[in-house]
């Protein structure tokens, strides 16, 4: 045993160990297919198994033509039965924010009338604060690499300042929610403010926030050293928050916060763990390895405009002989949808505008190339049963960029907006709630007879 041993040393020992878990730990591929086990629980098709009924959103990917075939269509998403399309249209037209509007629809059901996301919007205001010391003791003391991790931790310490934590009656779930939805923007970037400090040596500044301004204004006013924005940067900002709200009741956090909810724990608790699951890559991490895989794209090919040379990359991340050797090509695909998704499309035209305004066009027809010839190569080297285009996450980590947000909050404003759909889908499982949900696991190990000790 080493004299001072840390959490993160892997030992010889500790290799050994991982080597024996791998040997008798590892099912043979074909047992899925011989017990008809649903792999992530989703078909050949990618379609998902049906577990619960939601009034929450529908995902729209594919079309029952008269012969009972169903083809793949554009794609497209519903909040509560309104196209995501037209909730855009509305505020965008209106030129006010519509994350608040969208967070008040999604909890409650219906589109707000005037008053009704007035009186919101003030609920969210008063709600923008921090018990006494809490930035001090919690998110300073005690800074974190990684963000989210740095969130849950936030959220599950708020606990103990809520004088009913487990109280799961829906008065006080509605209250929490709102409450959480408020604090999220505080939470994510006061961690990264502790982060840029303690470990990257900057300067530290904590803004407090301001009543009068919306949730993306506020990030970008607690963010930035001097507060200051464009009208522009606030409007798109707000647009990713609202194209990452909601995405149904089948994705990863939102399945957890069913699962997590169904067992009666708190809402805490509950959001926790769905940020756990946010957190991974192939989730609401995935924005960062699209700019992460642009970047190492950028450095292998100097002339932006050279399709042949931006194919033989691509075709190099599907051969797994580029970026992560993962064999994918990130933003581009979805588990859903096929021919497009909504958000990528509604997010592009407002990327375009914004990229004139910083003077990065360059960059964002490279985006549009890549899209362009990666969807033409994976259709052509992969089966794909249902199509594939680039989904928001090919778009909104360059949107980050842009708004000079640091990489370390991309998955934070993800979470910061999804917030408001965790706590539409944990009121609607309260509400509905029948038995904890339980799936089912086949056993495929054979039954042994017991060796003593002494013997093996």
Same mark, same amino acid.
């Given at each position: 045993?080493?004299?001072?041993?840390?959490y993160s040393?892997i030992?010889?020992?500790?290799?050994?160990?991982?080597?024996?878990?791998l040997?008798n730990?590892?099912?043979?591929p074909? *047992?899925?297919t011989?017990?008809?086990v649903?792999?992530? $629980?989703?078909?050949?098709?990618?379609?998902g198994?049906l577990?619960?009924?939601t009034?929450?959103? *529908?995902?729209?990917?594919?079309?029952?033509l008269?012969?009972?075939?169903? +083809?793949?269509?554009d794609?497209?998403?519903?909040? !509560?039965g309104y196209? +995501?399309? %037209?909730?855009?249209?509305?505020f965008?037209k *209106?030129?006010?924010?519509?994350?608040?509007?969208?967070?008040?629809l999604?909890?409650?059901?219906?589109l707000?009338?005037?008053?009704?996301?007035?009186d919101f919007? #003030?609920?969210l205001a008063?709600? !923008?604060s921090?018990?006494?010391n809490?930035?001090?003791? +919690?998110?300073?003391k005690?800074?974190?690499? %990684?963000?989210m991790?740095?969130?849950?931790?936030?959220? /599950?310490?708020?606990?103990?300042y809520?004088?009913?934590?487990?109280?799961i009656?829906?008065?006080?779930?509605v209250?929490q929610?709102?409450?959480?939805t408020?604090?999220?923007p505080? $939470? #994510?970037?006061?961690s990264?403010?502790?982060?840029?400090?303690?470990?990257?040596?900057k300067?530290?500044?904590?803004?407090?926030?301001?009543a009068?301004?919306?949730?993306?204004?506020?990030?970008?006013?607690?963010?930035?050293?001097?507060?200051?924005?464009?009208?522009?940067?606030?409007r798109?900002?707000?647009?990713? /928050?609202?194209l990452?709200?909601?995405?149904?009741g089948?994705n990863?956090?939102?399945?957890?916060?069913?699962?997590?909810?169904?067992?009666?724990?708190?809402?805490?608790?509950?959001?926790a763990?769905?940020?756990?699951?946010?957190k991974g890559p192939r989730?609401?991490g995935?924005?960062?390895? +699209?700019?992460?895989?642009?970047?190492?794209l950028?450095a292998?090919?100097?002339?932006w405009?050279?399709e042949?040379?931006?194919?033989?990359?691509?075709d190099?991340?599907?051969?797994?002989?580029?970026?992560?050797?993962?064999?994918?090509?990130y933003?581009?695909?979805h588990?859903?949808?096929? /021919?497009? %998704?909504p !958000?990528?499309?509604? /997010?592009?035209?407002f990327v375009?505008a914004?990229?004139?305004?910083?003077?990065?066009?360059d960059?964002?027809?490279l985006y549009?190339r890549?899209?362009r010839?990666?969807?033409?190569?994976? @259709?052509?080297?992969?089966?794909?049963y249902?199509?594939?285009?680039?989904?928001?996450?090919?778009y909104?980590?360059?949107?980050?960029?842009?708004?000079?947000?640091?990489?370390e909050?991309?998955?934070?404003i993800?979470?910061?907006? !999804?917030? @408001?759909?965790?706590?539409?889908?944990r009121i609607?499982?309260l509400?509905?709630?029948?038995k904890?949900?339980?799936?089912?696991?086949?056993?495929?190990?054979?039954?042994?007879?017991?060796?003593?000790?002494?013997?093996?």
């Open positions: 045993m080493p004299s001072n041993p840390t040393a030992t010889p020992e500790i290799e050994k160990l991982a080597q024996i878990a040997d730990s590892t099912i043979d074909e *047992d899925y011989r017990y008809n649903k792999r992530g $629980l989703r078909d050949l098709n990618g379609k198994v577990a619960g009924l009034e929450i959103a *529908d995902v729209h990917a594919t079309e029952t008269p012969d009972g075939t169903t +083809v793949p269509c794609g497209e998403l519903y909040y !509560r196209n +995501v399309r %037209d909730l855009v249209q509305g965008v *209106d030129k006010r924010p519509g994350f608040e509007e969208t967070a008040y999604l909890m409650f059901g219906h707000p009338q005037p008053q009704q996301l007035a919007q #003030a609920q008063g709600y !923008r921090l018990p006494s809490f930035v001090r003791d +919690v998110v300073l005690a800074p974190s690499r %990684d963000m991790n740095a969130l849950a931790r936030s959220i /599950l310490t708020l606990a103990s809520d004088d009913n934590p487990d109280d009656s829906l008065p006080n779930v209250r929610c709102i409450q959480l408020a604090v999220f505080m $939470l #994510a970037v006061y990264y403010q502790a982060y840029s400090y303690s470990v990257e040596g300067s530290l500044f904590i803004h407090a926030p301001d009068n301004l919306s949730t993306a204004e506020n990030i970008l006013h607690l963010l930035r050293p001097d507060s200051k924005y464009t009208p522009l940067e606030a798109l900002l707000d647009l990713c /928050l609202v990452h709200a909601e995405h149904g089948g990863n956090s939102t399945f957890t916060t069913h699962v997590v909810t169904s067992s009666g724990t708190d809402t805490y608790s509950c959001m763990a769905a940020l756990a699951s946010l989730h609401g995935a924005n960062l390895k +699209v700019v992460n895989m642009f970047e190492d950028k292998h090919v100097s002339d405009t050279d042949d040379a931006l194919t033989d990359y691509l190099k991340l599907l051969s797994k002989e580029g970026f992560d050797h993962s064999g994918l090509i933003g581009m695909g588990a859903v949808y096929s /021919l497009s %998704d !958000r990528a499309r509604i /997010l592009k035209g375009e914004l990229s004139e305004e910083k003077g990065m066009d960059e964002y027809q549009n890549v899209e010839l990666a969807a033409d190569l994976i @259709s052509r080297k992969r089966k794909i249902k199509g594939v285009s680039a989904n928001v996450d090919f909104s980590g360059f949107v980050y960029r842009m708004l000079g947000l640091p990489m909050l991309f998955t934070p993800f979470a910061i907006a !999804r917030v @408001s759909g965790w706590s539409a889908h609607e499982e509400i509905n709630m029948g904890i949900i339980r799936p089912a696991y086949r056993n495929v190990c054979p039954h042994r007879d017991y060796t003593e000790l002494s013997a093996r």
